[in-house]
């Protein structure tokens, strides 16, 4: 890489290419790119790939655009096309699955199956994560408010409080999680009273991280400041009217200032298994 040119001239493209469903490979790529400030990352995928003709389009495309290519594929012909004729073509690739499976293999002296998708093989647990999806993106910001005593757990917070996040992470969890905006000095819905307080809870942050949130949130949708949403004073008197529903609810008052997602998740799903 030349660094005189800096990451913002970086265009850079990383094809993803499974013989299943890709999330292995995907979250892999995503967590490395991660870890690089660049702004230019086309990240292109290619999932249930099953023939070889299939395969050397992927690798001329990859060649062409000087892509990164990161596979998961589990048959050998395609494992050994994969690595050979992108060596030939001068394309990096990067083989998650396959130094695991030979040593696995070596280790116990067994062959392995070579059946693309076998994580996914169905299951009751599969099935739970699935419909905790479902219920979480049926039930964000406040949407059919009247379902709420089927949820696992009830999430509240002002705005940009990480509601939405927190409960897509926990469906991928499997539990089945809404969430209800707390606005200004409105009320809640009276509903929400209803909800057993082991269920309920209830995010606080910094007013300063907050705001600097929102700030960010409005540049990207590109409108203008409004001083009601972003100005510490605000989101102060918001967090205080917040924090006096919680303690008419008896919720469980998480602040998330400091904590990452992973880290909120974890004390959400310890209450509800302690409940």
Known sequence: MNKELGPQTIDFCVFVVSDSTGETAEKVARAAISQFSIPNVH???FLLVDSELKLREIITEAADKKALIIFTLVKDNLRNIMLQESNEKGVASIDIIGPVLNSISYTLNLSPERKPGLIHRVNDEYFKRIDALEYAVKHDDGQR??????????ILGVSRTSKT?????????GFKAANVPIIDEQAIDGIIYNVPKEKIFGLVSDAVRISNLRKERLKRMGLPFSSDYISKESIEKE???SKGIYGKLNAFVIDITDKSIEEVAA???SHINNK
């Open 145 to 154: 408010i009247d379902e709420i005593d089927e949820a696992d757990a009830l």
């Open 165 to 173: 996040p927190l409960c897509l992470f926990l469906a991928q969890r």
């Open 43 to 45: 990240l292109k995928r």
């Open 239 to 241: 967090l205080a009217h």
């Open 267 to 269: 004390d959400v799903i």
